[in-house]
């Protein structure tokens, strides 16, 4: 129940961070980037039984 929660709130951040605003712009992908690398990592540690 925790890992399902905690995926659908690393994708709503994930989709929150992208660069799509004009003030955002400068940003990059970082905000992005980091948000998708926890989201693997969560992804993977709930897919083996860790979390």
Do not use: D, N, Q
Not at 10 to 27: G, Q
Not at 29 to 47: D, Q, S, T
């Amino acid at each position: 129940m925790l890992s399902t929660v905690l995926i659908i709130v690393l994708l709503l951040l994930l989709i929150s961070a992208l660069p799509t605003w004009p003030y955002s712009s400068e940003w990059g992908y970082g905000p992005g980037g980091i948000l998708g690398a926890l989201l693997v990592i969560v992804i993977v540690m709930a897919l083996i039984g860790r979390l």
